[in-house]
């Protein structure tokens, strides 16, 4: 992008934002052109979210200047931001169940444009033309309950930009995206950039910075390190600036694996899986991957009891596996680590270290007969400490940390209920690159301890790195399995087996 002679249509100086504890923005000063695709990124806790609140009214800054599209706002709150055409798309976004896209296309602007009056035909119409407008060829007769996480973005975005948005804030869109959607979303992004509307877009995926993003500033600690063209800065640059060192892949040495612990034979759910022959030893690590809905995720859901498990016979450790409910899995010896950790898993008000202990009460009770205060402090310092999360103290309520520290929370008091099978379904995501390392690595050491664990994931790198060996499901069945140090395991042969390229060779493989 040109930025010469072109006024920006935000202006951040010197913003200062501080909470207890936390100096959460150092003088920060951040600016965005018209027309430009501007990526933010850092650690998780550096405080991009704290600048986007800033930015959305949402918190006063303590001191700094903020001017959108030229004018100074020195008492902005939510109405003032939205006016002045800032708008924050949220990675779930919000809408009435029940109501039609045209209905909650409309919702906002209804009693406005109409005085009371609902010309539902004309309604529909309207949405339709104005979805269109912004090249989204939608059913708006579809309920909202059935479009995917994806449309409700891209319509939540047109939404914002035909309500005058000049730049619309994407605050980690993709986590909850399959591959597919964020190409979708990329796609329809870069149009309506082509049309002058401008757009924060904050992720940990630094793919997607140099897929769409047309220039890029970090934040490390509270304050702006440096800002440039995506197309003056390479990958391992960015990295480096990200967390202000190098930082090393996490590679896993196997080790021979132990008993089986989990075995699925026959496992059969209509419409999500067939016929799963699956055996998890002690101290394994095993990758499953493939496109979405091929059956990895709909596995591990069934395993859990989120979702139905099917037919077959499943035994962990030397009993029958009595599946259900999460609370007789996790009895078992069984713990999930959801894919989409939105409300799952954590209690927001509580304390950090009340959130990690929580679910191992039970195993401490028994013990000591009362909860052992140092015991439990021991405890939960230790994992704080070995998954780097980034807390001002114990006592901090979880939901003032960082969205990757709150995952991180999540990670730790699974871990500490001392599960005999983990099942995680896409672990690193939504954490920073340092934070991902530390996570394969808090897998590989919970793996030597003898925990079997099994990786829902379509981060191959990652998966490469973590596992002994990685299975490839297409439409339900398990086609190919890769191990390490018998097979060559490379991402083009992973991708080709996850197209289903090897079917007709499958028989022979399993
Ligand atoms: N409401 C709050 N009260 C207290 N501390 C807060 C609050 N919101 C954020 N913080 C703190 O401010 C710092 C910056 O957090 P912020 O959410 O902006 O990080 P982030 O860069 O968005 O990280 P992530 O990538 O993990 O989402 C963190 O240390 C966090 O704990
Ligand atoms: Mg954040």
């Excluded at 909860?371 to 400490?385: C, F, G, H, T, W």
Aim: proline residues 5%.
């Amino acid at each position: 992008m040109d930025d010469a002679g072109r006024a920006p249509v935000v202006e951040m100086v010197d913003i200062v934002k501080v909470f207890p504890g936390v100096r959460a923005l150092d003088s920060v000063s951040f600016s965005v052109q018209p027309g430009e695709i501007h990526a933010l990124v850092g650690k998780n806790g550096a405080g991009k979210s704290t600048l986007m609140h800033v930015l959305t009214g949402l918190y006063p800054p303590d001191s700094g200047a903020i001017r959108i599209r030229g004018v100074q706002h020195d008492n902005l709150n939510t109405a003032r931001a939205k006016e002045a055409g800032i708008s924050l798309v949220a990675q779930h976004v919000k809408f009435i169940p029940g109501l039609s896209i045209a209905e909650n296309v409309n919702c906002g602007m209804l009693p406005l444009r109409r005085g009371g009056f609902v010309d539902w035909k004309k309604m529909a119409r309207d949405a339709e033309e104005r979805l269109a407008r912004f090249g989204l060829d939608v059913d708006v007769k579809r309920r909202m309950e059935y479009t995917t996480v994806a449309e409700r973005q891209m319509i939540e975005i047109a939404r914002a930009l035909f309500a005058d948005a000049s730049v619309v804030i994407l605050d980690e869109p993709t986590a909850p995206l399959p591959k597919h959607d964020v190409a979708k979303l990329f796609e329809f992004v870069r149009r309506q950039r082509e049309q002058g509307a401008s757009f924060i877009y904050i992720s940990h995926y630094l793919e997607e910075i140099f897929d769409v993003a047309d220039r890029v500033t970090v934040m490390r600690n509270g304050a702006v390190v440096g800002s440039a063209p995506v197309r003056d800065i390479t990958q391992p640059e960015l990295i480096r600036l990200i967390s202000g060192a190098n930082v090393e892949r996490y590679k896993r040495e196997s080790g021979k694996p132990g008993q089986p612990v989990l075995t699925l034979k026959g496992l059969t759910r209509p419409r999500a899986y067939s016929d799963i022959d699956l055996t998890l030893h002690a101290g394994e690590v095993v990758g499953l991957t493939g496109l979405e809905g091929s059956g990895p995720g709909e596995l591990a859901r069934g395993l859990f009891g989120l979702e139905e498990l099917g037919d077959g016979e499943v035994t962990l450790g030397t009993k029958v596996y009595r599946a259900g409910s999460p609370i007789t899995s996790l009895q078992q010896g069984l713990a999930y680590l959801p894919r989409d950790r939105h409300g799952l898993g954590i209690v927001g008000m509580r304390s950090v270290r009340d959130n990690v202990s929580l679910s191992v009460l039970g195993r401490l009770q028994p013990l000591f007969g009362l909860i052992n205060s140092p015991a439990e402090r021991k405890l939960v310092q230790n994992y704080i400490d070995v998954l780097g999360i980034k807390t001002p103290s114990m006592q901090t309520a979880v939901e003032n940390l960082s969205g990757g520290n709150q995952q991180k929370v999540v990670v730790a008091k699974l871990a500490a209920t001392e599960p005999k099978v983990l099942i995680l379904d896409e672990p690193t995501q939504g954490v920073d690159v340092q934070a991902k390392v530390d996570l394969l690595r808090i897998v590989d050491q919970l793996s030597r301890r003898g925990v079997a664990i099994a990786v829902v994931s379509d981060e191959l790198n990652e998966l490469m790195d973590i596992c002994d060996r990685i299975l490839v499901f297409y439409r339900g069945r398990i086609i190919r399995e890769f191990k390490k140090g018998r097979d060559t395991i490379t991402t083009t042969g992973l991708l080709a087996a996850i197209e289903g390229e090897s079917v007709e060779k499958s028989n022979a493989v399993l």
